[in-house]
């Protein structure tokens, strides 16, 4: 399970996708970078633009800074090692990102048994974060259900204490009329 949470704190959002990066996946492989990167360079019928792109210079910045604020926030040694960039990284060499089907497709050009292991572990994070979304979507979907119901209550409520003020309106005024004083001859 620890090696799911591992995986699942390299799963970025870029472009609005689930992607994992080349030096993460490298890591988890125990591969170099440029071994990876060179794999998938042989093989580059099988990584279409929606299987795996290469990150633009903003998105690698923004990136960046947002793994070291996460690093520094972070005092888990652990989730430190997990998140470190690679040192030797810069804009002429930007990583290259991949989706949960690139990853996939890693399988079929790695072939060692930690490769096949490290995938298997890595479509099960995958899953677990979409089961998550999931989870979010449907609770986003009951919330705003008890909204629309909270609001059909407030009008219904409205409607009840409307009434309630008229027939204590009527009350109120046929107490005034059967407490009136009387004029006239009384028998």
Not at 61 to 89: G, H
């Amino acid at each position: 399970m620890q090696i799911i949470q591992s995986i699942q704190n390299r799963i970025y959002t870029i472009r609005g996708e689930r992607v994992m990066l080349d030096f993460d996946l490298a890591a988890l492989y125990e591969v170099e970078t440029r071994v990876l990167n060179q794999s998938v360079k042989r093989n580059l019928k099988r990584f279409p633009e929606d299987f795996m792109f290469q990150l633009t210079v903003f998105e690698w910045q923004t990136l960046s800074s947002q793994i070291v604020m996460m690093e520094t926030n972070n005092n888990s040694t652990s989730q430190s090692e997990v998140l470190a960039l690679p040192k030797n990284r810069t804009d002429k060499y930007l990583p290259y990102a991949f989706t949960e089907q690139g990853v996939a497709m890693l399988s079929g050009i790695l072939n060692s048994d930690k490769a096949i292991n490290t995938n298997i572990a890595i479509m099960r994070a995958f899953i677990e974060v979409r089961k998550v979304l999931l989870q979010q979507t449907d609770m986003r979907e009951q919330l705003r259900e008890i909204k629309e119901r909270m609001g059909e209550h407030d009008t219904q409520l409205n409607q009840i204490y409307d009434a309630m003020e008229n027939l204590l309106d009527e009350k109120a005024a046929q107490r005034k009329w059967d407490d009136r004083q009387r004029i006239g001859f009384d028998q």
